[in-house]
C-alpha cells in the first residue's frame, strides 16, 4: 500500500480459551507432543490463569516458543467498566469479531457473584426484558463464555485457582442471552469452569437461568450439575404466552414437569423460580397461591425481581406494599426472604437492563421495538399468526 499505512494483520492463531482438555490433547498430538503436556498447557491457562506462553516454566524454551507461534491466550477486550456506589461493578467485553455484551460482578459479603453472557442479543421476546428488544447478533462461543470469568479474574487479581479468599465465588448466566439456545457452548464453557484442575468453580456456586428451553434442560443438568434458575414470572399460560413468549411452545405444565426431572435436584440444590414484580400485571396475591401450587413438592427457592424499567418498556414495578403482600403469601408457606435487592442501578447494572440507555423513548422508537419482536417471534416460531 504505497503511501498508506499498513492494514493491522488479523492475529489468526487459534485462541487457547475455550479448548477443552481434548481440544488440547488433540492439538498437542499433532505436534507430537505427549498427552501429559496438554494437562499441563490446560493448568497454565485455566488454573494459574497465564497469559505468556514464557511463564510455562515445566516445558522446555523451544516447545514454549513453538507454542506461543502457533496459538494465542486471549480474553475478551475491556471496552468500558463501571464500579456502582455500591460495589457493583460491569464490564463491557468486546470480542473478536468486535461484538460487544456486558458482565456485572456483584459483591455480597463473602459471595461475589459474577453474571455472565450467553448471546449477544437474544431470540426471545420477554416482553419486561430489554435484550428481548435487542436482536440475536450471535451465539457466545465457548472461549466467549469463560473469557468473562477470565478476564474479571484478571480485573480482581484472583489467579490462581483455586486461591485464598477469593471474591468471585458464584456464577449466574443471568446476563444477555438464552443460555439453552447455545447449549453445547454453554456445556463445553461450564465443564472447563468446574473442573478442579481449571476454572475450579464448584457446579454448586453456578446457576443457569433459562426462560424455559424444556427440551434442553434434563440434559443440562446431567452433562454438569449446575444449579437451575427458571424464568417464570406467571402462573397462567395465557399471560405467561404473553410476557414470555417461548411459553406458546413449551407450556407452564410442562415447564414444571421438567423441573421435576432436572437431574440433582434436591434440598440443598434446590431450583430457583424467578418472578420479575410487574404492577397489576402479575402480582395479586392469588397469582402468589397459584405460584405455591405450581410448585408444590418440588424443592424451590423463589426469587422475587422487583421490576426495571427500561426506555420504553411497557410495564411498571409493583409498589412496595404489593410486592410485600405478595412475599408474605411465600413467606407462610415457608418461603424465606423472597425478594432480590437490586443492585448497581446507577450503573444500569440491573438484571434486563444490560447495554440500555437511561432516556425515554418517543412513538417511533417504540413503533420500531414493535417490530423487531414480531419479526423475531416469526424467525423463532412464536408469532400468533
Ligand atoms: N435468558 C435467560 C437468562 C437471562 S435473563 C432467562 O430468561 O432466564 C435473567 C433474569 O432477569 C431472568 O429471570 C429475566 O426474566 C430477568 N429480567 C429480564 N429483564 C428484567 C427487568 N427489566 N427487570 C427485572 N428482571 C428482568
Ligand atoms: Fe431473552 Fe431471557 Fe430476556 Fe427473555 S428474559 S428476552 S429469554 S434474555
Redesign the pocket.
Known sequence: MPGGAAAPVPDTRPNLIGMDRADMEVALTELGEPKFRAKQLYQWVYNRGVTDFEAMTNMAKPLRTKLAEIFRIERPKITAHQLSDDGTQKWLFRYEDGNEAETVFIPDGERGTLCIS?QVG?S?T?K?????TQKLVRNLTAGDIVGQVMAVRDELGEWPSPGEERRLTNVV???????LYNTDNVIKALKIMMDGEGISLSKRRITL???GVVPEMERVGRETGVLL???L?AVHDDLRNDI?PINRKYKIKELIQAVKDYPGLSNSSRVTW?Y?MLKDVNDSTADARELLRLIKGIPSKINL??????PG?PYECSDQAQIKNFADVLWKAGYSSPVRTPRGRDILA????LKSASERIGKREQMRLEAIRREKEEMVGLSDA
Not at 128 to 132: D, I, K, N, V
Request: hydrophobic fraction near 40%.
Open positions: 450467553s437474544c426471545l420477554c419486561f426484558c430489554h435484550t428481548g448466566l443471568m446476563g444477555m442471552g438464552e443460555p437461568s433459562t426462560s434458575a427458571i424464568s414470572h414470555v424467578e420479575v425481581i422487583p421490576f426495571n424499567a427500561w418498556s440491573a438484571c434486563g437492563q
